[in-house]
């Protein structure tokens, strides 16, 4: 049975570290990295369109129809749709087929098919041909308290999900998978009790598992599947910050503008890949800090990583001079050594860590060999 698009909504697709949403295969752990960056301002935007639209939950548990209701609902739908289209991962509902989608589901014709499909439904008779007819009526059955419920799964993953990524982003703090592991076993233990005042809860998701072998968006292998149909986005966006934690990927806020973006390996990236939303020149936080730390490496010559760098390019200039070393090999073990520099500048385990061993002559030149 072929799902609509708007009951795709709710279903993610998990294969080998990635995830798919609606047709566009992102890292895992995407999903809920860019719901913990919508603004502030959406939020409070959809808080008056969810309360509209939960006002049809009562009429899909009454079995009731109100045209004022529905009418009022469509109206906020469209809106929330909207909103949310401006952001990622959420874009596809501005697409105009889901916005007529919308004026179907939400309408009496639909309302009224409700006594009936659960008819059929409970009596098994649910083939292709009833489902077709009925689509709509099951859109707004299993859709409405979805988006009703957008506004409360956002926050709360912004508030409680938000608070945790911080702990996984603290700067002393390792970005590989034990680390994040071994933090998450203390926030959410695998022994716990409903209402002990803790966060524990969050490890729970109502959902519906199915494992299909197939190729995900884009790939060229086989592998397995596990597509996941969740009753809410709130246990939607979970799964998917937990699915991104088991494979190493963990959420970390941008030096420059603040926003919430994705690590997919264990380096202390410091800025996102975003457009800067306060540079007039449209550029991204990366090249900003890029220009920046050139500024300042050109500024601070006396720097002690500066000092290991001048130290092995006076050497290797060296031996080119006295025709010890080959310029070819030379030019890559200055290539490798500004490239390290570089390195330790923005990262300072990096740079308290392996760097001095790196930058030796010898382990320059053995490096460079394996790159010639």
Not at 73 to 81: N, P
Not at 101 to 128: E, G, N
Not at 219 to 236: N, P
Request: charged share 20%; net charge neutral; aromatic share 8%.
């Amino acid at each position: 049975m072929q799902q609509t698009q708007t009951q795709q909504i709710q279903t993610l697709i998990f294969g080998d570290k990635t995830v798919t949403y609606v047709g566009k295969t992102y890292p895992t752990g995407s999903i809920a990295c860019q719901a913990l960056a919508i603004p502030d301002e959406v939020l409070t935007a959809l808080l008056p369109l969810c309360c509209k639209i939960a006002l049809v939950n009562t009429l899909i548990k009454t079995q009731a129809t109100d045209k004022g209701v529905l009418l009022a609902a469509g109206k906020a739908a469209h809106s929330l749709f909207q909103l949310m289209g401006q952001y990622e991962p959420f874009t596809f509902m501005a697409q105009p087929e889901i916005q007529d989608r919308l004026d179907q589901v939400f309408a009496v014709d639909a309302c009224k098919k409700i006594v009936p499909y659960y008819r059929k439904f409970s009596a098994q008779q649910i083939d292709d041909a009833a489902y077709e007819r009925y689509s709509a009526t099951a859109d707004l059955i299993l859709l409405t308290p979805a988006i009703a419920n957008l506004y409360d799964a956002l926050t709360t993953l912004q508030q409680k999900l938000g608070a945790f990524a911080a702990e996984l982003d603290a700067a002393d703090a390792d970005r590989t998978q034990a680390a994040y592991l071994t933090t998450f076993n203390e926030r959410f233990p695998a022994d716990f009790r409903m209402g002990d005042g803790t966060d524990t809860w969050l490890s729970m998701n109502n959902v519906t598992v199915q494992y299909v072998a197939g190729k995900v968006s884009g790939g060229d292998k086989m592998q397995m599947l596990k597509h996941m149909h969740f009753v809410s986005f709130g246990g939607m966006l979970r799964a998917d910050f937990f699915e991104g934690l088991a494979v190493g990927h963990a959420p970390k806020r941008c030096g420059n503008c603040g926003q919430w973006f994705l690590t997919t390996d264990a380096r202390h990236t410091k800025y996102c890949g975003n457009v800067c939303p306060d540079d007039p020149k449209h550029r991204t936080c990366r090249q900003i800090a890029a220009l920046k730390g050139r500024e300042y490496r050109e500024l601070a010559d006396d720097h002690p990583l500066k000092a290991v760098y001048d130290t092995r390019m006076n050497s290797i200039d060296h031996s080119l001079r006295r025709g010890t070393l080959d310029a070819a090999l030379g030019a890559e073990m200055k290539r490798l050594a500004k490239s390290k520099l570089e390195r330790a500048l923005s990262n300072s385990m990096y740079a308290n860590g392996s760097y001095r061993d790196e930058m030796t002559q010898e382990a320059l030149k053995n490096e460079a060999l394996g790159q010639l």
